[in-house]
T-cell receptor, first 112, second 114 residues
Framework: DSGVTQTPKHLITATGQRVTLRCSPR?????VYWYQQSLDQGLQFLIQ???????AKGNILERFSAQQFPDLHSELNLSSLELGDSALYFC???????????FGQGTRLTVV | GENVEQHPSTLSVQEGDSAVIKCTYS??????FPWYKQELGKRPQLIID?????GEKKDQRIAVTLNKTAKHFSLHITETQPEDSAVYFC?????????????FGQGTRLTINP
């Protein structure tokens, strides 16, 4: 167990819907990262926050948004869902903005 | 931006033999190169990493080498065991300017045959 908690573990939703994925970082970690893992795209970096501030952005779609709250948990919001958004979404956390990152167990999103 | 290529995509070795996985990266500013192991249905787990000021790092049966000039780095697993079977990912990142964006290779599915 890495100490990074993601909820829910599984999510099935219909196209066009909106979902929110939640991540609680390890105790003491200030930085949170979101990654998408799909069969055809592999592990793709979406976004990084450090102490509530956005620090780096990857190829995150405009339909996706994220934030890190004062208690350091983070949420990834996915809207206008498409079949192609079906993937494993991982959250990772680290103490500092450039230190070793530990991954959570992921949320498996299935869009039908 | 950074691009990481990983080879081979699948690798099958006999138990006890060595396995080598290779990655190349494109951005010369990358300075941090971790390797992650992912078992089926599980999270990626960091197994070893290397920084650009080091050429080689070893941890028991696992070693990583880095050639900055050629922009490639490799994972070496010796005396392989069945529990080494997993998908391995290399990654590269420029750990500068207060951010860390890991760019991953496509992964290598390693199978250890008993």
């Amino acid at each position: 167990d890495s100490g990074v908690t993601q909820t829910p573990k599984h999510l099935i939703t219909a196209t066009g819907q909106r979902v929110t994925l939640r991540c609680s970082p390890r105790s003491g970690d200030l930085s949170v990262y979101w990654y998408q893992q799909s069969l055809d795209q592999g592990l793709q970096f979406l976004i990084q926050y450090y102490n509530g501030e956005e620090r780096a952005k990857g190829n995150i779609l405009e339909r996706f948004s994220a934030q890190q709250f004062p208690d350091l948990h983070s949420e990834l919001n996915l809207s206008s869902l498409e079949l192609g958004d079906s993937a494993l979404y991982f959250c990772a956390s680290s103490v500092g903005p450039t230190t070793e990152a530990f991954f959570g167990q992921g949320t498996r999103l299935t869009v039908v | 931006g950074e691009n990481v290529e990983q080879h081979p995509s699948t690798l099958s070795v006999q138990e006890g033999d060595s396995a080598v996985i290779k990655c190349t990266y494109s951005d010369s500013a990358s300075n941090y190169f971790p390797w992650y192991k992912q078992e089926l249905g599980k999270r990626p787990q960091l197994i070893i990493d290397i920084r650009s000021n080091v050429g080689e790092k070893k941890d028991q049966r696992i070693a990583v080498t880095l050639n900055k000039t050629a922009k490639h780095f490799s994972l070496h697993i010796t005396e392989t065991q069945p529990e080494d079977s997993a998908v391995y990912f290399c990654a590269a990142s420029n750990r500068g300017q207060g951010a860390q964006k890991l760019v991953f290779g496509q992964g290598t599915r390693l199978t250890i045959n008993p």
